[in-house]
C-alpha cells in the first residue's frame, strides 16, 4: 500500500491564519526553516486508482488539487476517492464533508457510532448532507474486528480505541467514550507490511502499544513538544493532555514510546499544531529527533508500506 500525507498540520494548519507565534511568523517572513502544512489527512492506496481517505480537513479541496492521482478523470465528474474514515468527529477532520457536497452518489463513510452522533447533533454536518449528496455510513466497531474498505483491497483495517478527548461542541467533551476517536491499524497483504496511524492519543494503553510495536511504520500524534507549549506562547489556555494528545518531550512522552519501538520501525510525527518547534528544521528540538531516528511528516510525503 501507499499512504501519502495530504496534510501534516494540526487544527489551524500552519501557518495558522490568526498566529504569530514564533513559528507561524517565522514561516510567513521565511526567518526560519519551516514548510507549511495544511490540516491533518491521509489517503491509502494500493492500486494508486481508488484511495481510502482519512479524515476531511477544512483543506481537502487545496490537498486534492496538490495531490493530482485523487482525480483520475474517467468521466466528467469524477474521484480517486471511494471510502472516507473519519477517526473522531473534530473540526479539522470533519469539516471538509461540506466541500465535497457535490459528489454523484452518497458519500461512503467509515465512522464509529459516537462520531456518527457527535455529526448528527452537536455538529448536524451529516444532517446537513441529506440536503446534497447524502452518505452512506458503514459504521467502524471498536472490537477487535476487522475491516475491508473499498478504495484499499489489499489491506485489512483494523481500528482500535484510542484515550484523547471528543470534540469541544460533544457531549462527551472531557468525558471520552469508546470510539470518541479510533486510530487504525493497516496490514498490507501484497507486502505484509503494515501501518498504525494515530493523529490523537492521548494516553498509551496496552493494544495501542502492541499494535505500534507491530507495525513496520508508526504515524503518531506529533501535536505538542511539551504539555504547556501553548500556554508558555500566550496562544491559548489548552495543555496537551486536556486536549487529548500526549507530548513529545519529557516523562512519559512519546518520544520515550517510540525510543522502545524496534529500529526497524519508521517512526513519523504527524498532526503537528503549529506551536510546535520541530517545526523549525533548524531547532534543538528537530535536532533530537534526528538523532532520535524520528521523522516529521509533510504535506505530499508518499510513504510505501
Ligand atoms: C484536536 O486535535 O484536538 C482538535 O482538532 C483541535 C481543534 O479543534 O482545532
Ligand atoms: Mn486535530
Ligand atoms: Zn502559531
Not at 22 to 27: L, T
Not at 44 to 60: A, E, H, K, M, R
Not at 86 to 107: C, S, V, Y
Not at 238 to 257: C, F, V
Amino acid at each position: 500500500m501507499i499512504i501519502k500525507i495530504l496534510g501534516s498540520a494540526a487544527g489551524g494548519g500552519f501557518p495558522q491564519w490568526n498566529c504569530n507565534c514564533p513559528m507561524c511568523h517565522g514561516v510567513r517572513q521565511r526567518t526560519i526553516k519551516a514548510t507549511p502544512r495544511t490540516q491533518s489527512s491521509i489517503a491509502v492506496t494500493s492500486d494508486q486508482t481508488d484511495w481510502v481517505l482519512f479524515n476531511t480537513s477544512p483543506d481537502i479541496l487545496t490537498q486534492i488539487q496538490q495531490c493530482g492521482v485523487l482525480q483520475p478523470a474517467r468521466q466528467l465528474r469524477d474521484t480517486g476517492i471511494r471510502s472516507i474514515v473519519l477517526l473522531d468527529a473534530q473540526i479539522d477532520h470533519t469539516t471538509g464533508l461540506l466541500m465535497l457536497r457535490e459528489h454523484k452518489q452518497p458519500l461512503s463513510i467509515w465512522c464509529t457510532a459516537a462520531v456518527r452522533e457527535d455529526l448528527s447533533e452537536g455538529n448536524p454536518l451529516f444532517k446537513v448532507l441529506t440536503h446534497y449528496c447524502d452518505i452512506d455510513w458503514h459504521e467502524i466497531q471498536t472490537d477487535a474486528n476487522e475491516y475491508a474498505i473499498p478504495g484499499a483491497e489489499s489491506v485489512s483495517f483494523q481500528p482500535l480505541p484510542l484515550i484523547s478527548n471528543a470534540p469541544p461542541y460533544s457531549p462527551h467533551r472531557d468525558q471520552p467514550v469508546a470510539g470518541d476517536t479510533i486510530g487504525m491499524y493497516m496490514q498490507d497483504s501484497e507486502s505484509g507490511a503494515s501501518a498504525f496511524y494515530a493523529p490523537g492519543l492521548g494516553e498509551m494503553e496496552e493494544p495501542v502499544w502492541q499494535a505500534m510495536q507491530q507495525a513496520s511504520v508508526v504515524l503518531s500524534d506529533g501535536t505538542m513538544w511539551t504539555d504547556d507549549e501553548m500556554i508558555q506562547r500566550g496562544a491559548s489556555a489548552k495543555t496537551a493532555r486536556s486536549m487529548g494528545h500526549l507530548p513529545q518531550s519529557g516523562p512519559g512522552g512519546m518520544l520515550e514510546w517510540l525510543e522502545k519501538l524496534p529500529d526497524s520501525t519508521r517512526k513519523i510525527l504527524i498532526h503537528i499544531n503549529n506551536t510546535n518547534p520541530i517545526l523549525d528544521e533548524d531547532s534543538a528540538e528537530r535536532a533530537e529527533l534526528v538523532r532520535r531516528g524520528v521523522e516529521v511528516a509533510y504535506d505530499g510525503m508518499e510513504i510505501e508500506v
